[in-house]
């Protein structure tokens, strides 16, 4: 049985972008008659794992701490003659690396550029990849790279996408935090804008935003304010949005691939490259971090910028020719290529 493995950990701190793009690669494997397999420090991914039908091994360990479960993964790694493992986690270091690469190939999906990773395959679909000159760093090794936008990792219903029908005026805007909310944007965004503008607002709160119940009650029979947590037609509702306004990470890529003009906002250091590439690309706008104080001002200033059908109509074909969609197979394909899987 071909087999790949994935490490990968998710909760109400680690984004879910982790494991969703690792999903997305493993249905991309699974197409490919590969068996996919999650390895996961405790239970909390374990349902989300389960429901798209891949079995999970549960170390009992810190998601925080890798290197301390070091020794638990490499029994796992040699009971079942692990072949080929993908890790993503920021909390991964050189000494992990270097322990677990001894017994087995290691592929690391990484956005950070921190340090030279011993490891035999690193992945960084970021439009911003070049940054980090990884072939310079890591010259001295028969590292295997997967570099830019043709590799990222998105479901299988986001390949080809029709281009998107652009309306006159904005009709819909898709509020998007991710799968935590810690700084409270969606809030902060639905009560401002519902205030200000007439168009529709749909607001995605993810699993563990923590003003879901809030919000559903007090836009419950507001029309033109629709509140959901954790959809499974996010590809309807980014194809639907006349414009959506987005924090960093792989949803960038997947508002991309629909050709959805996006507004960006950040509130951790590591979507930073991200929205700021998107900005200097003049694919997006930015307008700015949750951490410093209000955006409203910029958010709604982007709005109106956006109000141009000509400037929607320009950002939507930039975004459809940077995503394909077609990069979770991409990756596979080269990998077992390059693995003999």
């Not at 459809?320 to 899987?341: N, Q």
Request: proline share 2%; glycine share 6%; with cysteine.
């Amino acid at each position: 049985m071909r087999e790949l493995y994935f490490r990968v950990d998710t909760n109400d701190v680690v984004a879910t972008g982790h494991i969703m793009r690792c999903l997305s690669i493993a249905d991309a494997a699974r197409n490919l008659g590969i068996t996919p397999v999650f390895i996961l420090a405790d239970d909390t991914g374990k349902t989300r794992v389960e429901e798209r039908g891949y079995r999970s091994i549960i170390l009992d360990s810190k998601w925080d701490d890798l290197y301390s479960e070091s020794d638990k993964l490499k029994e796992v790694i040699i009971n079942n003659d692990i072949k080929v493992l993908v890790v993503d986690s920021y909390y991964a270091s050189d000494e992990y690396f270097s322990k677990i690469s001894e017994i087995t190939n290691v592929i690391y999906i990484d956005d950070l550029g921190s340090f030279e990773y011993p490891v035999s395959g690193v992945v960084c679909y970021a439009n911003y990849y070049d940054k980090f000159d990884y072939p310079k760093r890591f010259v001295d090794s028969k590292v295997n790279f997967y570099l830019g936008c043709d590799y990222v990792p998105l479901r299988k219903e986001f390949e080809k996408i029709e281009p998107k029908e652009i309306k006159e005026k904005i009709e819909s805007v898709l509020l998007l935090s991710g799968g935590g909310d810690q700084n409270h944007a969606l809030k902060t965004f639905v009560q401002s804008l519902s205030a200000d503008f007439d168009f529709k607002i749909i607001a995605i709160c993810g699993q563990y935003n923590t003003d879901y119940d809030e919000l559903e009650r007090t836009y419950s029979e507001d029309e033109h304010v629709k509140i959901y947590k954790s959809v499974d037609n996010m590809l309807e509702l980014m194809q639907g949005a006349d414009l959506a306004i987005s924090a960093g990470g792989t949803t960038l890529y997947e508002l991309s691939a629909c050709g959805t003009p996006t507004i960006t906002y950040s509130f951790t250091d590591n979507q930073l490259d991200n929205v700021y590439q998107f900005e200097k690309d003049r694919l997006m706008k930015y307008a700015g971090d949750m951490r410093n104080g209000s955006i409203i001002e910029a958010l709604e200033r982007y709005i109106y910028f956006y109000s141009s059908k000509e400037k929607r109509e320009e950002a939507s074909l930039g975004l459809k020719k940077l995503v394909d969609g077609l990069g979770a197979k991409r990756l596979v394909e080269k990998i077992v290529r390059d693995y003999k899987l």
